[in-house]
């Protein structure tokens, strides 16, 4: 669950958080057979057979809308990917029509104007039948949603198109490296969270918050780099005074508990240092998790200076500051570059400032 929201907007937002749950009754995990496809319309390219042609490609199933937003976003990437791994994967973008919204011609137009910029199969859906085999199956929330497909035609994946952990996986089942016993059991421990995170919505409807933050502390044992639980202790936190010890209790222990933990230090720096409210900000402890994170990651990534940069110029070590957010530029991919030297720019100008 990988939600940016700042800290002093958790508690409101609690309810949507734990919304992210999957529906219960779900029958399609990872590791299972792929559904058949069942196609009203191929909109371009194709005709595909998922088990037929299973052991020759790797596929990826992926649900969109023409009015859909983030689906239009992940347009390009997928394309990417298929260009990328064009020998190995075929992608099919399944839309399921709408008279009101998203109708058959619609549907064609809005293909026929992406060109070349949707470089992968298209089909329209035959009355929501491969949608409620993949999507309502497996309990998946929104779209765009992609299922990948191995050779053996088992599900290995699901999430975002957009989530970076698709390039890898795509990568890693390509080279026979990819262990599905592993993400087998990581989905399994997905699904121990959301039931969770469901109990904590109970429990947060009826103002329960010392249940909320137990059980909070208790996904963080299990998932101690849960960005949303991280975020809704720091909320509890910073809304309500009678936690303020506690709070700072918990992030000591976390540190000591996790300090090798590149992640979940990452989280946690984070949130130490987005929270809006400065009078219950923790600057110390955000320099610790960060240095504590930036230590950890080997070899170095350009996020891990970023936030170890970020503590040092809120201590207002700016010297340093500037030294790390140098490194972090450095280390950055080409769509990181940007906003790293804005920010560098940013720091170098309070040290002029400074004088």
């Not at 052991?55 to 298929?82: D, M, N, R």
């Not at 029509?97 to 998203?102: A, F, H, K, Q, Y």
């Not at 959301?194 to 918050?209: C, I, N, P, R, S």
């Not at 946690?268 to 809006?276: G, P, R, V």
């Amino acid at each position: 669950m990988k939600i940016v929201i700042r800290t002093a907007c958790v508690l409101m937002a609690i309810p949507s958080m734990l919304g992210l749950a999957r529906a219960e009754g779900t029958t399609l995990g990872i590791g299972d057979p792929a559904p058949t496809l069942s196609i009203k319309e191929w909109v371009r390219g194709d005709a595909v057979n998922i088990k037929k042609d299973a052991a020759q490609k790797l596929h990826i199933v992926e649900f969109w809308a023409t009015w859909c937003g983030p689906c239009k976003a992940s347009i390009p990437l997928l394309s990417k990917y298929q260009e990328k791994y064009k020998k190995d994967l075929v992608i099919i973008g399944v839309t399921d029509p709408d008279p009101l919204r998203n109708s058959p011609t619609e549907i064609r137009d809005f293909v026929k104007s992406q060109g070349k910029d949707m470089s992968y199969t298209v089909a329209m859906d035959d009355d929501g039948k491969t949608t409620d085999a993949y999507m309502n199956s497996s309990g998946a929330i929104g779209i765009p949603h992609a299922f990948v497909v191995n050779k053996e035609n088992k599900i290995v994946w699901q999430g975002s198109p957009l989530d970076p952990e698709l390039d890898s996986v795509l990568g890693q089942v390509i080279a026979g490296k990819y262990d599905l016993a592993v993400a087998k059991a990581n989905a399994a421990k997905d699904q121990m969270l959301d039931e969770k995170f469901q109990a904590l919505e109970v429990a947060y409807q009826m103002g329960k918050m010392d249940e909320v933050w137990k059980g909070v502390e208790e996904i963080l044992k299990m998932d101690p780099a849960n960005e949303t639980a991280m975020q809704l202790l720091a909320g509890l936190y910073t809304t309500d005074s009678k936690y303020a010890d506690r709070y700072k209790k918990w992030v000591r222990a976390d540190i000591d508990a996790n300090h090798g933990n590149a992640k979940a230090m990452h989280v946690l720096a984070m949130s130490l240092s987005t929270n809006d409210d400065f009078a219950t900000r923790l600057p110390d402890l955000a320099l610790e998790a960060a240095k504590a994170c930036y230590d950890a990651t080997q070899p170095r990534a350009s996020s891990a200076a970023e936030i170890y940069a970020r503590a040092l110029y809120q201590i207002g070590d700016l010297d340093k500051a500037i030294k790390i957010q140098e490194e972090a530029l450095s280390l950055g991919g080409e769509a990181e570059k940007d906003p790293l030297k804005a920010t560098l720019a940013y720091y170098q100008q309070c040290k002029k400032l400074r004088g």
